[in-house]
């Protein structure tokens, strides 16, 4: 009897870690998505941002030892130079930025078309460890609405609390990557391009809270009519 507690346990334990694994996935990769679809828009957005600053400016006025001024009275002069073409379409910087995006992210495209297949078998497993460790199958559907409740509430709090996170883990990665860049670059660049990372996160983020909310209504109704439906069904089973 006890081998058979200790059975039931494990299995209940290791459906409730596939089928959270299975969630995490499918919730990373559904994000990772759209990010990829909207990358237009990151595009836009950094191509307004470097519109509306003199960043570009600036960079070329330190690296050259010039003042701004300077730098705009000579490109007065000699308006076809390569950082004169810049600092007037300041905005173009963005294309060959976003180019490197999708040439890095390219390779691992074909991972995350195949992520569903993954997904799908994680739920299979899961659901049929969680009917082994209860032998019935309206308990087994309970067990996985609460585990879908519990997923679902815990994205959308994660993925709800990344806007608010993000300068903080802009200023982090500027840290890591070098802590003299860091110092160096202007608030007003750090501060341009949390709001080209904010538009291109919208979309991916409203998309997924939609999804998290319809799970979390749909996970509350199931457990509630599986739990009536798994006491139903064990009170039969004790008066036959």
Not at 91 to 119: C, H, M, R, T, W
Not at 142 to 157: M, P, Q, V
Not at 168 to 193: W, Y
Request: hydrophobic share 50%; proline share 5%.
């Amino acid at each position: 009897m006890k081998a058979k507690t200790i059975l039931r346990f494990l299995s209940n334990s290791f459906a409730g870690l596939l089928f959270t694994a299975a969630f995490l996935l499918l919730f990373t990769s559904i994000f990772v998505s759209g990010l990829l679809d909207n990358l237009p828009v990151l595009e836009s957005s950094l191509q307004q941002q470097l519109s509306d600053s003199n960043f570009i400016l600036e960079q070329i006025a330190k690296g050259s030892n010039l003042k701004p001024e300077e730098i705009l009275k000579l490109c007065e002069q000699n308006p076809n130079q390569p950082a004169c073409e810049q600092i007037k379409n300041p905005g173009l910087a963005a294309k060959p930025a976003i180019d490197e995006i999708n040439k890095q992210i390219d390779p691992y495209k074909p991972l995350l078309k195949n992520s569903k297949f993954l997904v799908i078998i994680l739920f299979i497993f899961s659901i049929l460890f969680y009917f082994l460790g209860t032998m019935s199958l309206y308990a087994s559907l309970f067990k996985i609405s609460i585990n879908t409740l519990i997923s679902a509430l815990s994205g959308l709090i994660i993925f709800s609390s990344v806007p608010k996170l993000l300068p903080g883990m802009v200023d982090q990665a500027f840290n890591i990557a070098s802590a003299d860049i860091s110092r160096e670059l202007p608030v007003s660049f750090k501060e341009n391009l949390i709001v080209v990372i904010n538009d291109w996160l919208k979309i991916p983020l409203a998309e997924l809270n939609t999804l998290f909310i319809y799970l979390i209504a749909a996970s509350i109704l199931a457990s509630v009519l599986f739990y009536f439906l798994k006491k139903k069904h064990q009170q039969t089973t004790k008066v036959d």
